[in-house]
Each structure stands twice: as C-alpha cells, then as structure tokens.
C-alpha cells in the first residue's frame, strides 16, 4: 500500500516562506518522479513543480519559477518544496503525488498515488 504525507502546511503573512515535506512508503521512492501540485477553493487542481527520480530534472509551473524549490532526499523517501516570497491565498490544499511511468510530470494524470493535501493559508 503506497501512502504520501504532507507535511508543513500553516498560516503565514504574505512574503513569507514555508517548507512542505511528503513522506512515502509502499513502494521503492527513489524509481520515480514526484510532483507537488494544488487546488484552492472552486479552481482545478494544477501542476506546482515535479522532480525526477534522480533529483536531476526538476519543473516548475511558470506561476512559481524563481519562487518554489522541489528537492528529494531518497535515503528519507521524502519530497519537499520550499516556498519563498509567498503571495495572498487562502485554503490552497498542496498535494504530493507520485508519478507513474511515462506522461508529461506537468499532468495530474501522470501521478497513481496521491497524499491527502496540507493547507496553506498566505494573508496580507
């Protein structure tokens, strides 16, 4: 059984950062690509950042290129992403996925296992 767990979700003021951690098991973490995506309240889901099994090849939605840092560490089977210089959102749910083989790392579709979302709360 394959489990993904947020981590790191919370309040904080605009211009802030925060770092989400996803912890995995049930499967070999290091064989595959993860991606973190989010959906806030009435909107779709959508693409957040994605990184390669290897740690080599990272992507990021261009909404967050500058700003978001995705990063793995396959001895702790953990995927993070460091969020700098937040801007205002509220109720955004952020989800760690874990990608399967093949498909573009930018479509939900791609991903087989899902976390169940940390909450991130940016007020100005």
């Known amino acids: 059984q394959v489990q993904l767990v947020e981590y790191g979700g919370g309040l904080v003021q605009a211009g802030g950062s925060l770092r989400l951690s996803c912890a995995a098991s049930?499967?070999?973490?290091?064989?595959?690509?993860m991606g973190w995506f989010r959906q806030a309240p009435g909107k779709e889901r959508e693409f957040v950042a994605a990184?390669?099994?290897?740690?080599?090849?990272?992507y990021y939605a261009d909404s967050v290129k500058g700003q978001f840092t995705i990063s793995r560490d396959n001895a702790k089977n953990t995927v993070y992403l460091q969020m700098n210089s937040l801007k205002p959102e509220v109720r955004t749910i952020y989800y760690c996925?874990?990608?399967?083989?093949?498909?573009?790392?930018?479509?939900?579709?791609?991903?087989?296992?899902w976390g169940r979302g940390t909450q991130v709360t940016v007020y100005s």
């Open positions: 049930g499967r070999t973490f290091s064989n595959y690509g």
């Open positions: 990184i390669r099994w290897s740690g080599v090849g990272t």
């Open positions: 996925a874990s990608k399967g083989v093949g498909g573009r790392d930018s479509n939900k579709g791609a991903y087989n296992y």
